[in-house]
């Protein structure tokens, strides 16, 4: 099992530099930033990140191909990956409809965009005139004017079709679960789009993007997730909660809080043991373990341990490195 972990770039950047040091010297395999226009900019992140570390692999967890030209977006990730001596993974998504609303930018066919975003990027990867007519991405003779190197090129998939995708044309899938229910699922996905492009599932490294809270005291992990679990639980698609028991009512009630503030009602119990346990990775180190080995037998070859991480990031980070990487 391989080791990430996200930072959301809501913080200042040189405070993720400073955990991102600490994450690499814990024994982490990856580090994952993730990507919106509101917070700081993911490639000046990933810069820093890169002159401030020496092994760890460096991602953005994810872009989208509707803020840049695919063009600019190759040239950002082939800077990080030059700075860092070859580290650099381009993970992409097609991000969510309301940010771009926001920004007046059009969201239209997002698998097409995707699809077609990741042609042209492994084109300008090779050092080559991209030529491409797609429906939505075409280029005329673009050329990177240096070497950008093999960058690998991960997918943010949650649906049943990006999921095929990523399976066709990706190196890895960054899936927003930690349950062995919803990897059953995934893995069955991936693997029809594996199949169908002559892959082998060894070609796609299959990631449990996860909220995950660790704390040696089970109920100081638990409070910690709370209020991640409950932004997920009200953003999800009633099937997952189906597939989970939960029923999807619970999304008006608890999206309801949130609209609110009323964080007292999120954290007083409609937040539930079955929502925790469908929605984060949490607990005691052992408990994590134990949960970290249901995933692997699905499948799952690395997990990201993403928000809260832990009630204080710094133990967490260290627990980790002890408990799990290293135990
Ligand atoms: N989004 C961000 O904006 N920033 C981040 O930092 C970020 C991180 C992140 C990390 C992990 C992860 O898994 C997701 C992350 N996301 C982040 C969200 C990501 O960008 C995507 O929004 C999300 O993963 C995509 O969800 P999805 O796989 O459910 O895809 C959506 C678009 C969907 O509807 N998929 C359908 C499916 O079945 O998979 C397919 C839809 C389809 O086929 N559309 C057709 C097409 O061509 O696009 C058109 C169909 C028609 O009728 O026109």
């Known amino acids: 099992m391989a080791y990430g972990i996200e930072f959301v770039p809501s913080d200042p950047v040189l405070k993720i530099a400073h955990y991102t040091k600490m994450a690499e010297q814990n024994g982490f395999d990856n580090v994952w930033i993730t990507d919106h226009y509101n917070n700081r900019d993911v490639y000046t992140t990933l810069a820093l990140l890169a002159a401030n570390t020496n092994t760890i692999k460096l991602g953005s967890g994810v872009t989208n191909p509707y803020t840049r030209n695919v063009a600019v977006a ?28 926001k920004m007046g930018i059009e969201w239209v066919k997002p698998l097409t965009m995707t699809r077609e975003t990741v042609s042209a990027l492994r084109e300008l990867f090779a050092g080559k005139p991209v ?3 797609g429906e939505l991405v075409s ?13 690998p090129i991960y997918l943010g998939v949650q649906g049943p079709k990006m999921l095929e995708l990523a399976g066709k044309i990706a190196d890895g899938a960054l899936i927003n679960a930690s349950h062995p229910l919803d990897f059953e699922v995934a893995v069955k996905e991936i693997k029809k789009g594996v199949d ?10 299959v990631t449990a993007y996860a909220c995950f ?8 992990a638990l409070n910690a997730a709370k209020i991640v679990v409950a932004f ?12 989970h028991g939960i029923d ?7 999206g309801g809080a949130i609209a609110k503030g009323d964080f007292g009602t999120l954290m007083g119990g409609a937040i539930t043991t079955e929502m925790m346990d469908a929605f984060a990775i949490y607990g005691t180190p052992a408990d994590c373990v134990a949960r970290i080995d249901e995933l692997m037998k699905i ?8 928000s809260p991480i832990g009630p204080d990031k710094e133990k967490a980070i260290k627990l980790i490195g002890k408990e799990i990487i290293g135990g």
């Open 74 to 101: 190759a040239s950002s990730i082939a800077a990080v990956n030059e700075i860092s001596g070859g580290r650099a993974i381009l993970g992409l998504g097609p991000g969510d409809k309301a940010t771009f609303d």
């Open 131 to 133: 030529n491409q007519k």
């Open 139 to 151: 280029l005329s003779g673009a050329q990177m004017a240096f070497a950008a190197g093999d960058i």
């Open 196 to 205: 169908s492009a002559g892959r082998s599932m060894k070609d796609v490294d």
């Open 213 to 220: 809270s660790i704390d040696k005291k089970v109920d100081k």
């Open 232 to 243: 997920i639980v009200a953003g999800s698609p009633p099937m997952v909660l189906e597939r």
């Open 248 to 254: 999807p009512s619970v999304i008006g009630t608890i």
């Open 299 to 306: 499948g799952v070859t690395q997990v990201v341990v993403g």
